[in-house]
């Protein structure tokens, strides 16, 4: 089946640090691949994609590589802000599964100032 | 702008009722989609339509019920026979047909019990 592991959190730094969220998947076709976050009582808000082997998708100073040989799609940012203090979910879609969004369990970052 | 609303923002339920909670888009997508969230967990698949007049279960479909008779909106009722109906949910539309695209999020409905 299709399935998405993330990084349990949470997750707490000091604002300018270094941020990476692990993610790796498992689909029975060829997935497209996405990032969002979910802001306090908001719902989620697409971050970045990538849909082939070797797309980057990087937006707000968040960037994710989509590596098909070690089925991952880490996200990382360099320098977090207390801004980027959210939830961040990882998740696929193929096309053999109805086109729906399978969704990682979530990962809680805190950024402190 | 374009986009989904979801309504009400907090709602409340009674033992024993029924209650519905909106959701319109103005995207002109095909597809619509609701979620539960429950605290610190991840979403999980209520109901899903890819066209208007038709709609499948998702994985927890069980005391919900949907209806889709209009392309812009696909409304979710949460029946009495939901026993633990307490989390926030969230309504997605997407263009459908095709997996390279995205889905879009409302900002969610809370329901709790009284």
């Known amino acids: 089946g299709n399935s998405v592991t993330q990084m349990e959190g949470p997750v707490t730094l000091s604002e300018e640090a270094f941020l990476t969220i692990n993610c790796t998947y498992t689909a029975t076709g060829y997935p497209s691949l996405f990032w969002y976050v979910q802001y306090p009582g908001e719902g989620l808000q697409l971050l970045l994609k990538a849909t082939k082997a070797d797309d980057k998708g990087s937006n707000k100073g968040f960037e994710a590589t989509y590596r098909k040989e070690t089925t991952s799609f880490h996200l990382e940012k360099g320098s977090v802000q207390v801004s980027d203090s959210a939830v961040y979910f990882c998740a696929l879609s193929v096309r053999s599964n109805d086109y729906k969004l399978s969704f990682g369990a979530g990962t809680t970052v805190t950024v402190r100032a | 702008d374009g986009g989904i609303t979801q309504s009400p923002k907090y709602l409340f339920r009674k033992e024993g009722q029924n209650v519905t909670l909106s959701c319109e888009q103005n995207l002109n997508h095909d597809a619509m989609y609701w979620y539960r969230q429950d605290p610190g967990q991840g979403l999980r698949l209520i109901y899903y339509s890819q066209i208007v007049n038709d709609f499948q279960k998702g994985d927890i479909a069980e005391g919900y019920s949907v209806s889709r008779e209009k392309k812009e909106s696909f409304p979710l009722t949460v029946t009495s026979a939901q026993k633990n109906p307490t989390a926030f949910y969230l309504c997605?539309?997407?263009?459908?047909?095709?997996?390279?695209?995205?889905?879009?999020f409302g900002d969610g409905t809370r329901l709790s019990i009284l």
């Open positions: 997605a539309s997407s263009i459908g047909d095709r997996w390279d695209q995205p889905q879009h």
